[in-house]
Nanobody
Framework: QVQLVEFGGGAVQAGGSLRLSCQTSGFSEANYCMAWFRQGPGMDREGVAVLDSDGSTTYADSVKGRFTISTDNAKNVLSLDMNNLKPEDTGMYYC???????????????????????WGQGTQVTVSS
């Protein structure tokens, strides 16, 4: 059974940094597609960053140059390094996974919830001005 557990959220001031981590278990496929989504207060859940097992990545325009998605395959951990945080980065952050390479459309348009069948429970990030 695939399980995703996020941790590392917290409260920081604008300009600060946080690292989110997602511990994965229950799958050992060599091919996968993983992502971070977030949902701000009163907003829809949106894709933030995507990573394919072949190393390809893509980011939302709002976080390019500030966020970095990566994996530690030995530890089965997906991470999101967030720098120069802004109040608009506030929200619940979710880890998501698919046990195949990312669908081609992920590289052409923002990732969608339906692209990922497996989800974590989320971790809260709050950025104060």
């Amino acid at each position: 059974q695939v399980q995703l557990v996020e941790f590392g959220g917290g409260a920081v001031q604008a300009g600060g940094s946080l690292r989110l981590s997602c511990q994965t278990s229950g799958f050992s496929e060599a091919n996968y597609c993983m992502a971070w989504f977030r949902q701000g207060p009163g907003m829809d859940r949106e894709g933030v960053a995507v990573l394919d097992s072949d190393g390809s990545t893509t980011y939302a325009d709002s976080v390019k140059g500030r966020f970095t998605i990566s994996t530690d395959n030995a530890k089965n951990v997906l991470s999101l390094d967030m720098n120069n945080l802004k109040p608009e980065d506030t929200g619940m952050y979710y880890c998501a996974a698919e046990l195949f390479h990312c669908p081609a459309m992920v590289w052409l348009r923002p990732p969608r919830l339906a692209d990922f069948p497996y989800w974590g429970q989320g971790t809260q990030v709050t950025v104060s001005s």
